[in-house]
Structures are given as structure tokens and as C-alpha cells.
């Protein structure tokens, strides 16, 4: 089945740096691939999302590549802010229906003034 | 307020008893599933819902029951077959089955005393 490995588990950062997380996927037949953000003590939210046939998707701050080829994705937030500080998790679907997801390890983000 | 509302937010078990978290949502969405949240392993899917009276097990479905009478109710049954139930339970739903946002509850934490 679909394994999601995501990298690093934390992750330190001074404000105003750039940051980057990582995920690769095994089943090359999945094709879409969200981003969610998860402050401490909230909900899970989706923050960013790409589809097989994107390489890459930018919102303000925020972009995501794909390279379908190496199976990775990537995350990358731009000037960041200490309210960026949250756990990060990648997913990749489950091709078939039921939009399945399968979630990485998560990554916890702090940014630091 | 739309929505999807979970509860309660804390619940303790003793060991030997089912439990059951409460999942309502109001967004008029067909799918509905039901994660387990651990320290450092991500969002594992316990069982997913397309449509009234259909679910499917999830990739850690032993120890678990749902049912799916109606569309905006998703209630998760821990059973005491479940040997580990102490973790963050999260309920989600999706508009459609194939690659949408997922919308997340608050989340249930539960204990086994």
C-alpha cells in the first residue's frame, strides 16, 4: 500500500527565514498531494494542495513542488512568521476513490523572533 | 456556523468498556472518516464512509466500529478489543471521494484510566 515519509520531525527556523519540508510517496498512481497545518490544540487545516499534473503551486507565502518522477513534494514557506509555527503534514491519496488519504509523520515548525 | 463538531473534546475509559465519539456535520458532505492521532505517526485512518449505510475499514480498523444512518452523523465506537485506545481521534469529512479538502473536527482525546 501507499507509505508517506516526511522530513524533517522538527524543524527551527529565525523569522524571516525560508523553510522546507519534505515527503516522499511509494504508489506512483497517487495524484493529488495536500499540505495541512495543525496548531497546538486545533484542527487540522488545509493550507495548500497539488494535483498529479502540477509541478508546482504557490499562495502568498506558500508553495509546493512535486516531482512525480523521484515520487517526493515538497513544502516551502517563505518569510516566515512566528504564527507559522504549527505541525505540518503531508498526505498523498489513495487512487480508486473514497479520496483516502495517507498521511506523513507530521512536522513541527518553530519559528523563532 | 458550518461545520463539523466533535464530542466530547476529553473522554476517559476505563479499561474493559466501549466508548463512543460523537461526529456531526453540517456542510452537506458525503464522505466522512475517522483518523487516530499519535505522537509522531501522523493521522492513521481508522474508517472512511462514502454514502448512508456504506463504510470501509480503514488501515487500523481492529478494535473499532462506525455506523452511517445518517448522512451528517459518523459515531466511532472504541471497543475494549482495541488494546491501546489512549490517543487523539480525529473525524473529517470531504464534499466528494476524489481529491477535495478534508474539513476537520476539533478532536476527541481519549484516556483509558
Known amino acids: 500500500g501507499e507509505n508517506v515519509e516526511q522530513h524533517p520531525s522538527t524543524l527551527s527556523v529565525q523569522e524571516g527565514d525560508s523553510a522546507v519540508i519534505k515527503c516522499t510517496y511509494s504508489?506512483?498512481?497517487?495524484?493529488?498531494f495536500p499540505w495541512y497545518k495543525q496548531e497546538l490544540g486545533k484542527r487540522p487545516q488545509l493550507i495548500i494542495d497539488?494535483?498529479?499534473?502540477?509541478g508546482e503551486k504557490k499562495d502568498q507565502r506558500i508553495a509546493v513542488t512535486l516531482n512525480k518522477t523521484a515520487k517526493h513534494f515538497s513544502l516551502h514557506i517563505t518569510e516566515t512568521q512566528p504564527e507559522d509555527s504549527a505541525v505540518y503534514f503531508c498526505?498523498?491519496?489513495?487512487?480508486?476513490?473514497?479520496?483516502?488519504?495517507?498521511f506523513g509523520a507530521g512536522t513541527r515548525l518553530a519559528v523563532h523572533p | 456556523d458550518g461545520g463539523i463538531t466533535q464530542s466530547p473534546k476529553y473522554l476517559f475509559r476505563k479499561e474493559g468498556q466501549n466508548v463512543t465519539l460523537s461526529c456531526e456535520q453540517n456542510?452537506?458532505?458525503?464522505?466522512m472518516y475517522w483518523y487516530r492521532q499519535d505522537p509522531g505517526q501522523g493521522l492513521r485512518l481508522i474508517y472512511y464512509?462514502?454514502?448512508?449505510?456504506?463504510?470501509q475499514k480503514g488501515d487500523i480498523a481492529e478494535g473499532y466500529s462506525v455506523s452511517r444512518e445518517k448522512k451528517e452523523s459518523f459515531p466511532l465506537t472504541v471497543t475494549s478489543a482495541q488494546k491501546n485506545p489512549t490517543a487523539f481521534y480525529l473525524c473529517?469529512?470531504?464534499?466528494?471521494?476524489?481529491?477535495?479538502?478534508?474539513?476537520f473536527g476539533q478532536g476527541t482525546r481519549l484516556t483509558v484510566v
Open positions: 497539488i494535483r498529479s499534473n502540477v
Open positions: 456542510l452537506n458532505h458525503d464522505a
Open positions: 473529517a469529512s470531504t464534499i466528494g471521494t476524489t481529491n477535495t479538502e478534508a474539513f
Open positions: 498526505a498523498a491519496s489513495i487512487p480508486g476513490g473514497y479520496n483516502k488519504l495517507i
Open positions: 464512509s462514502q454514502i448512508v449505510n456504506d463504510f
Open positions: 504508489d506512483s498512481a497517487s495524484n493529488y
